[in-house]
């Protein structure tokens, strides 16, 4: 076997190309590649290994003889466009939230639930980017000590809501420091009537406010938790909620969170060693050197990065802790291809 046909559905976006970068990097034998995106980007140039690369717009057809494809385009470009690629054979990998509640769709962060993929019938679903970085965290605590309770408050860098999103925080900063009205046309999120500056600002609003008062960001972890861990987006085995703020930071997400344990051997010590032998995670917690995870050093990692772990001293069981992640690499684009590796070494994806 030569290699796998891929195609990169969203190519030009801001998980796109790190799509195509990490693609680069990864295990996988590719002896072609299709690099896919809208009308208004088709003809663009981009790379891959070296060689130019013209981008198509994506459309039924351009499926065709794919083995494999890495989505990130839209939950309306996949809803659309993913069950044409799978009745064409190709077996896909979607990083939008199209798919992720459908039962028969596998909701897969491979340090947590791989043995899922087994269960793939066409199309795998990535999780939200701040719940990946949570539970690469939390999977090694839940499996020693068992989790009764999750909270956690998100601090989600601009990025997260696109390329275009990341270009209006820069430019607001621009005109704040310039003595200018800051111009505010996506936060807190497209969908909504109200925009809002994000520079030099806090926003409590990620996605749509439901009639429940989460906000759907925050729908997104509770639900998505419970079916990564529990197979079972409804689970009460463990309870959830969480508190999701856009922050003026360009790349990495941060979150604070709470957890019970229901093993009470549980100790501080215990925990951080088991982060230091997690997969895919690593510990920075040496407070007597101020030494805890930072967005701006998490920016182009892989990896997770835990730290300030911490006993709550009122509640015995129970542990601080703060955790950080490129949300465009593990909470997108990794963890993607990181999807697609296991299914080629696991032989769930064969040549057409």
Known sequence: M????????????????????QLEQSTIPVSKIKLLASSRSAGKKLQFN?????????????????????????????????????????????????????????LVVPEVNEAALYNHHGIIANPNCSTIQMMVALEPIRKAFGLKQIIVSTYQAASGAGQTALDELYS???????????????????????????????LPQIDVLEDNLYSHEEWK???????IML??????????????VRVPV????????????NDKSATTEKIQQLIKDAPGAILQDD????VYPQPVNAVGSRDTFVGR????????????????SDNLLKGAAWNTVQIAERLVADDLVHVN
């Open 287 to 290: 407070p007597a050197h101020q």
């Open 221 to 227: 972890m509770i639900h998505e938790t419970k079916k």
């Open 50 to 106: 070296g060689e130019d690369v013209i981008v198509e717009e994506a459309k039924p057809e351009s499926f065709e003889g794919v083995d494999l494809v890495l989505a990130s385009a839209g939950g309306a470009v996949s809803k659309k466009l993913l069950p044409e690629a799978v009745k064409r054979g190709a077996v896909c990998v979607d990083n939008t939230s199209a798919f992720r509640m459908e039962e028969d769709v596998p």
């Open 172 to 202: 607001e900063a621009q005109d704040y420091l310039d003595g200018k009205d800051m111009k505010a046309d996506i936060f807190p999120t497209k969908g909504d009537k109200e925009h809002y500056p994000l520079a030099f600002n806090l």
């Open 2 to 21: 030569s290699g796998y046909t891929v195609a990169i559905l969203g190519a030009t976006g801001a998980v796109g190309t790190r799509l195509i970068q």
């Open 309 to 324: 772990i911490r006993p709550d001293l009122e509640n015995e069981g129970a542990f601080n802790m703060w955790v950080v």
């Open 250 to 261: 360009p790349i990495s997400h941060g979150e604070s969170i709470y957890i019970e344990v």
């Open 231 to 244: 197979g079972d987006m409804n689970s009460p085995e463990i309870k959830v909620t969480a508190t999701c």
